[in-house]
């Protein structure tokens, strides 16, 4: 059995006080979790999570690396620093950053390697927009995101990712897709990853990235290829960020 993972992006949210209420409420409530759990924060607060999160069943990591080693690239952070500051994961690939900033599949891919390079965890985002599934193209369009990692990093890397599936769709609009949607796509996706290394893909952890939140995480993570939640808005509340993580156990 694959112990389930629960991730919580921030994405740009935040502050120091904000930060130290919520981490706190979240270890107050963490003993005795059977599921492992991360927050991914924005670059400023790592240190405050290297801080207060050290020695602690709860880790943490970035939202974002860039493909290059230190050098004259203003803004961008490197996966040395993420290193620096005591990360474990590192979110690449995130539909935000592929929207919002371009990010093709031949990038993520070079990003994956970077972080795979230091150490580092990569949740690998995958998932397609609603046009792309009313017209079919889903199994197309995560396989294409899926393909470019594999391709970049090769089978012996397989068993040190981790992949969250992200229906674009359901990310911030309140919809969701069912628990056997979410497991086709799941399923799928292990099956990419069976073909490039049988052995490690069933030791792979899939998480579901489309608006979990503790009303439907039981029944999402309850499928058999649905190994975690990578979390938005709920996980910016103590409470729901832990009822998710114990609806994991």
Not at 55 to 76: F, I, K, M, N, R
């Amino acid at each position: 059995m694959r112990q389930k993972l629960v991730v919580g992006n921030w994405k740009m949210n935040g502050s120091r006080a904000a930060n130290a209420t919520l981490l706190n409420g979240i270890l107050e409530g963490l003993q005795d979790a059977k599921a492992a759990a991360a927050v991914c924060v924005p670059a400023p607060y790592l240190h405050q999570c290297q801080d207060l999160l050290t020695g602690t069943a709860l880790a943490w990591g970035g939202q974002d690396v860039s493909c290059q080693q230190p050098g004259a690239y203003t803004g961008e952070v490197c996966a040395s620093m993420l290193q620096d500051f005591g990360c474990r994961y590192v979110i690449i690939g995130h539909s935000e950053r592929r929207a919002y900033h371009g990010e093709a599949n031949d990038l993520v891919a070079r990003k994956v390697q970077s972080a795979l390079d230091a150490g580092l965890t990569p949740i690998v985002c995958v998932g397609e927009t609603l046009a792309q599934r009313e017209a079919g193209q889903t199994m197309d369009v995560v396989g294409a995101q899926l393909d470019a990692v594999l391709a970049q990093v090769g089978p012996d890397a397989v068993h040190k990712l981790v992949v969250a599936y992200e229906p674009v769709w359901a990310i911030g609009t309140g919809k969701t897709a069912t628990p056997a949607m979410a497991q086709e796509v799941h399923a799928a996706l292990r099956e990419k990853l069976r073909v490039c290394n049988a052995e490690a893909a069933e030791n792979v952890l899939v998480l579901y990235g489309g608006s979990m939140k503790p009303d439907n995480a039981a029944d999402l993570m309850a499928q058999p290829d649905i190994d975690g939640g990578l979390i938005g808005g709920a996980a910016l509340k103590a409470a729901d960020f832990l009822a998710i993580i114990r609806a994991a156990q």
